[in-house]
């Protein structure tokens, strides 16, 4: 593992340090392969060196863990390993015991009394963690899907639990973010009171189906502590690291919980978009949609543990001379994104048509992110329930007898009955189709005024050699339409189009901003206030 380090080899513990010896030992084990960076965090020190990696556990004890005795910092480093292998097998080479020799020096893995253990990994450049990656502008759609499968994979085979998780231990990590907040001092007392209360409020609102998961297998030994820091692209794949090791009650976790903490990281980094298109993916690999209602509030719990996780390292940042004013606005930012996510955004049904090349998905993936509550809409898209309904994989061509009126009913019935689910669940769906027949469109109508939610309707328009252009230039892209299928499209009567008819030859940023004007005032979408009854308008 690597990232730019925050000290250099040379910068040893003062002496008195608890493991000072240790730190001087393992630099001087490594100093032979290269210079050494190190790199400190509130509960590791990570030396390397050429192609090898050493992390420390340091001697701490906090609300969340203890690693105060070489005894639990030696079984943490065997946890990590075990659980690390599970997702990085390549990156994690094994735990090495730190013994004292007879005669009063350090050595790896000696028969003398235990002193310390370390963990030894392999080293991976500093600009492929994914907090480097997004910051340079090089996260992209492709490596979010390719996350979505490793996640919704490692999910699929990892342990489940049905004594752990469920609202208890939903309540639990409420009590102690409520605990850490008021140690860490990041806010006042009062302030700590509100937030708590309002988390409280929210549980008992989701409790039943907290429970009902825990029933079905949703609590899993999972990640446990899945940020942006935590992932890198290892051989071209993007690789979870680091997971939680110190507390197996902790890590074992819903899945979707796992998964909230890389959504409110991208979040949190300024790339919503990025985070609505990893949570469509792996909702497409998985089936958890019916919960994505759960979403926001699970973000806002991971919210205020990276708040007081960032805090914790204010008193640390003193004695090392880093920037205590960096962490403090950092902790201060993920707490205001705690707020954000706890305000009630009522679910709302948006539906997209026009003809085969259209533009549809690109406007979807534009917009979805600013629909409803974090992290955005859920995109069900025609193209993908098809795949689905088959059984095979979403760029799979299917044969022409799959796209039969038949079969095209039945793929607009699942499209409804998925929405119908993810609204009752509070979060808000976008439809995308082509919806050519009018009773496509009026039935889409009709599901939005059955759950009680606000309605918008968009259709597509362009020439015909536009559709067709785009039609014959795509790649990698789920649908199967082709010249000919759009000409039969062209042909068609489409009805009267009620919805709000948009250009589709625009760019599509100034597609989606045209779709985000719709219904003001002024024909534009000011920050932060909606541009429709159904969308709000964000940066």
């Not at 004695?319 to 201060?332: D, I, K, L, V, Y």
């Not at 533009?359 to 993908?384: M, N």
């Amino acid at each position: 593992m690597a990232a730019v380090s925050t000290h250099t080899c040379n910068v040893i513990e003062p002496p008195g340090e608890p493991d000072s010896e240790t730190r001087a030992f393992l630099v001087q084990l490594v100093a032979g392969e290269g210079p050494v960076e190190r790199i400190d965090t509130h509960v590791s020190t990570i030396l390397l060196s050429g192609n090898r990696v050493l992390k420390l556990k340091r001697a701490v004890r906090l609300p969340y863990l203890d690693f105060s005795t070489p005894e639990r910092r030696l079984a943490a480093c065997a946890a990590e390993l075990a659980i690390n292998r599970r997702m990085a097998p390549g990156l994690y080479r094994g735990v090495h015991r730190i013994t004292r020799t007879p005669e009063g020096g350090l050595v790896l893995d000696g028969d003398g009394p235990l002193l310390d253990a370390v963990v030894e990994m392999r080293r991976f450049p500093a600009e492929n963690l994914f907090d480097c990656m997004v910051r340079d502008g090089r996260l992209t759609p492709a490596l979010m899907a390719e996350l979505a499968r490793c996640l919704a994979a490692f999910h699929a085979r990892a342990p489940v639990s049905r004594r752990e998780g469920g609202p208890a231990a939903m309540a639990d990590l409420v009590a102690l973010n409520d605990r850490s907040l008021r140690a860490c001092g990041l806010v006042r007392d009062r302030e700590v009171d509100a937030l708590t209360d309002t988390f409280r409020a929210r549980l008992a609102r989701h409790a039943d189906r907290l429970d009902a998961r825990r029933r079905e297998g949703r609590v899993r030994r999972c990640h446990g502590d899945l940020n942006l820091r935590n992932i890198c692209l290892f051989e071209g794949v993007p690789t979870p690291f680091d997971a939680l090791e110190f507390d197996e009650r902790l890590a074992t976790i819903d899945v979707l919980y796992d998964l909230a903490f890389v959504l409110m990281d991208l979040w949190h980094r300024g790339r919503p978009d990025l985070a609505n298109l990893l949570f469509n993916r792996y909702l497409d690999e998985t089936g958890e949609a019916p919960d994505a209602g759960l979403m926001p509030f699970l973000m806002a719990l991971r919210a205020v543990i990276r708040a007081h996780v960032t805090a914790s390292q204010i008193t640390a940042s003193r004695s090392t001379g880093t920037a205590e004013p960096a962490f403090r606005a950092e902790a201060q930012a993920y707490l205001a994104i705690a707020h954000d996510l706890l305000v009630e955004r009522p679910a709302c049904l948006v539906a997209i048509g026009g003809l085969s090349g259209s533009g549809k998905s690109t406007l979807a993936a534009a917009l979805a992110h600013r629909i409803g509550a974090s992290p955005g809409a859920r995109i069900v898209g025609s193209d993908r329930t098809r795949k689905r309904l088959h059984g095979v994989f979403p760029l799979t061509r299917l044969p022409p007898g799959a796209y039969a009126a038949a079969v095209s009913e039945r793929v607009y019935a699942a499209m409804r009955d998925e929405a119908t689910q993810v609204l009752a669940s509070g979060a808000s769906v976008l439809l995308d189709a082509v919806f050519a027949r009018p009773a496509e469109r009026e039935a889409v109508e009709r599901l939005a005024a059955a759950c009680g939610v606000t309605f918008e309707g968009f259709w597509l328009e362009a020439p015909l050699a536009t559709l067709t252009e785009r039609v014959v230039a795509r790649r990698g892209d789920p649908s199967d339409a082709t010249p000919a299928v759009l000409a039969v499209q062209a042909r068609r009567d489409c009805g009267t189009i009620t919805w709000h008819r948009l250009d589709a030859g625009l760019a599509p940023e100034a597609l989606a901003w045209e779709a985000l004007g719709v219904g003001t005032a002024d024909g534009t979408a000011g920050e932060g206030r909606p541009a429709t009854s159904a969308i709000r308008a964000s940066a």
